[in-house]
């Protein structure tokens, strides 16, 4: 495949419609859209400026390049794309959306914060409720709950 002027042309009009799109009926933030407008840039020029009329085979290629980043990274990007192909869609620019092939979302990582708190909470609270100090082991009060806490 071939960059054209007009294929390159396409993609470009498309990705601004959508980007312009979120800033106003989704209203994402700057950052998303900064990312968002830089994956789609990225995904178009690995596509040889073809994202708008990419096929499954193609999705699949890309979503191949991204073997080496990060889960969050290929969230985003697979993200990204969902939601642009979607737009493109109900703009009634396609009709398919091969975006199927994407990688579906991974699980979110644990935040880096308060993990052994969090965790030290669901095991105190899974199916049986806050715990006050008459039902926990050794009778002491959930350190976890601060209205249970000494």
């Not at 002027?5 to 009009?13: F, V």
């Not at 073809?50 to 969050?72: P, Q, V």
């Not at 737009?87 to 199927?100: M, Q």
Request: hydrophobic share 35%.
């Amino acid at each position: 495949m071939t960059e054209t002027p007009a294929s390159i042309g396409r993609d470009r009009l498309a990705i601004a419609r959508f980007l312009e799109m979120m800033a106003a009926e989704a209203g994402s933030s700057l950052n998303t859209l900064l990312a968002y407008g830089a994956d789609l840039s990225a995904a178009s020029a690995f596509l040889e400026g073809r994202l708008t009329e990419a096929d499954t085979g193609a999705i699949e290629r890309l979503a191949g390049e991204w073997a080496t980043l990060k889960r969050s990274s290929v969230s985003r990007k697979s993200s990204a794309l969902r939601r642009f192909f979607g737009f493109v869609v109900s703009e009634g620019d396609r009709t398919d959306v091969p975006s199927r092939a994407l990688p579906p979302p991974g699980p979110q990582a644990e935040p880096k914060t308060m993990v052994p708190q969090l965790r030290s909470w669901s095991e105190r609270h899974t199916s049986r409720g806050p715990q006050t100090g008459a039902d926990t082991p050794g009778g002491e009060p959930c350190d976890a709950c601060p209205s249970l806490s000494r």
